[in-house]
């Protein structure tokens, strides 16, 4: 009898062994990580985003933008790199199907010869249309997983459709330079850009985006003239889904 409960004993002590022995482990486990960075994960993402700005050199600084539109980006890479550069790099695309830009309107001539101009006219004002940025590079810099923020510098191009030729171009004084039939813009422009952001997640897989951009806009000569916008400082905020 006595043997008997000492092997009942040993048989109900050992699940409470195994779960002491297992506690140590389990308490010194590292924490999950808040964002879907890991050393495996190569996660998409999936945005809309809302951005706006002006320009900021001294001609165009009455300029205004505003555009509504989503993002989708594929982490291509595992962590690398030492220190504060720790991050990982992602290839990007942006859309706006909705595209503003708020310029002054000015007044106008088509001018076939010296002193044969038309009556004036306007041009400029509200331009409506779509931006496309098929090239987005970004490093995310994912120096400590363990923290809500990756901030994240990106660089791209891509290409605006407007519904006039943008931007609008001419005035006084009434020349053939600047307004004869040879004095056109074009509805094709190119968006060179570099930004700066971050992402702050609100759970692994969900978070709120913040960045600033300097976009450069400029047809490359498809019209007749190329004024374009040297410099703009534009300011986006968005929500994007990862998986």
């Not at 600084?61 to 989708?72: C, E, I, N, V, Y």
Request: proline share 9%.
């Amino acid at each position: 009898m006595i043997r008997i409960i000492r092997r009942i004993s040993a048989l109900c002590t050992l699940p409470l062994a195994a779960l002491l022995s297992a506690s140590p482990a389990h308490s010194q486990a590292a924490p999950a990580s808040p964002t879907p960075f890991t050393a495996t994960h190569r996660p998409l993402e999936f945005g809309a985003l809302a951005q706006g700005g002006l320009g900021v050199t001294d001609d165009r600084s009455d300029f205004k933008f505003f555009m509504l539109g989503g993002q989708a980006g594929k982490v291509l890479t595992p962590d690398v790199g030492p220190g504060l550069l720790h991050g990982n790099f992602e290839y990007g695309i942006q859309i706006f199907p909705f595209w503003q830009s708020y310029t002054p309107q000015i007044d106008r001539r088509t001018c076939t010869a010296p002193g044969a101009c038309s009556a004036p006219y306007k041009t400029g004002g509200t331009y409506t249309g779509i931006s496309i940025t098929p090239i987005l590079l970004r490093w995310n810099f994912t120096g400590s997983r363990h923290r809500k923020i990756t901030p994240w510098v990106q660089g791209g191009g891509g290409l605006i459709w407007t519904n006039h030729k943008y931007p609008g171009f001419g005035g006084p004084p009434y020349n053939e330079i600047t307004n004869g039939p040879a004095a056109n813009t074009s509805v094709w422009n190119f968006t060179p850009q570099f930004g700066v952001g971050l992402h702050y997640f609100l759970q692994p897989r969900r978070s709120l985006d913040f960045g600033a951009n300097a976009v450069h806009i400029s047809s490359a000569s498809l019209g007749d003239k190329n004024p374009g916008v040297n410099a703009s400082i534009q300011f986006s905020v968005g929500y994007t889904w990862w998986k």
